[in-house]
């Protein structure tokens, strides 16, 4: 128990020696030092599953957020043990001030990790949802280079189909002429096969080679054009990129970003999160800014008034040294005076 509170002690950077002229202290500087070694906890925890998400190696995300824990460990025992407590609070809140301005930046970048996972299940529907629109949005951009062609192909057989449409129209036209020629319900009324028949039927016929010219004609170029739309397809397919499963980093923050954006219950959540790291980090800033003044701020404040007035002795002694030195050798004569 005691290393226990000796290692907080250490890390709320206390000066354990001179804490032990002042027994009443502990306590306090034990839980501010507890406060500042959990939060570099969470904080190499945190950076440990970002970079995981980021490498997805076992080695870099126990090296790295180590690193990073102990980076936040020593910058916020820095802050807490940097803070001198004084008699002025609106000059003690000035300077701690920056401190929490940078305290709720680590804050920040702590629980943004942790909000990953713990919304890792809605977090990884919504990347589902994203893969999907980046891949039709990718899809159209290419359907869209290659659009104006495959309609111009298209058009080009749809053309030839009607031209192809009309001439078999006209035939059945000159054929049913002939026909109500023939059997009398049409044309001179008269039931026959006479020469006005003969002359009807031929234009039929006529018509029906014509269809059939046409038919052969226009089919080749069709499959000519419908070979062309084959080429053009397949060299779209050939474009679009490959389906690529979104799980880093930034793709998780932005499917974070929509669902706290569509959903009042995620995003209330997340902020309460964040606050409660916010508070988790600003909470040694904030012990030591309102708890009040104590033996060892009064220790501590003695001993670095003592050595200020050594400092200020040491300078004054080495100027009335130099002073000195500097009359005495304005008394000695010169070396031109000696050898006259």
Avoid at 168 to 196: C, F, K, V, W, Y
């Amino acid at each position: 128990m005691q290393r226990l509170r000796a290692f907080f002690l250490f890390c709320a950077g206390a000066h354990v020696p001179m804490l032990k002229r002042a027994p009443v202290e502990t306590n306090k500087y034990a839980g501010i030092g507890g406060t500042i070694f959990f939060t570099g906890v969470l904080a190499a925890i945190s950076a440990g599953y970002a970079l995981w998400t980021v490498f997805n190696e076992l080695w870099a995300t126990l090296l790295f957020g180590l690193l990073w824990g102990l980076m936040i460990f020593n910058l916020d025992r820095y802050i807490v043990s940097s803070m001198k407590k004084r008699d002025n609070f609106w000059l003690e809140f000035r300077m701690a001030l920056p401190r929490l301005v940078l305290a709720i930046l680590i804050a920040v970048v702590i629980s943004k990790p942790l909000e990953l996972k713990i919304f890792d299940k809605e977090i990884q529907a919504e990347l589902i949802t994203m893969e999907q629109q980046v891949f039709k949005t990718q899809e159209d951009q290419v359907q869209v280079r290659y659009q104006a062609r495959i309609n111009e192909l298209k058009a080009n057989i749809a053309l030839l189909n009607t031209e192809i449409s009309r001439q078999a129209a006209r035939r059945d036209t000159l054929a049913l002429l002939a026909q109500q020629e023939a059997d009398g319900t049409g044309g001179s009324r008269i039931r026959n096969l006479g020469p006005i028949y003969k002359a009807k039927k031929a234009d039929a016929d006529t018509a029906a080679a014509q269809l059939q010219a046409i038919t052969i004609r226009n089919q080749q170029r069709i499959n000519e054009y419908q070979q062309q739309l084959q080429s053009v397809d397949s060299a779209m397919k050939a474009s679009i990129p490959l389906r690529s499963r979104l799980d880093g980093l930034a793709s998780r923050l932005d499917a974070l970003g929509r669902l706290t954006a569509r959903s009042t219950p995620i995003r209330w959540t997340n902020w309460f999160i964040m606050l409660l790291f916010i508070a988790i980090e600003c909470a040694p800033v904030f012990v030591k800014l309102i708890s009040p003044r104590g033996p060892y701020d009064d220790l501590l404040q003695e001993h670095e008034h003592a050595f200020e007035i050594h400092r200020k002795q040491k300078m004054e002694l080495r100027q009335l040294a130099y002073e000195k030195r500097m009359e005495q050798e304005k008394g000695l004569p010169k070396e031109g005076s000696l050898a006259g």
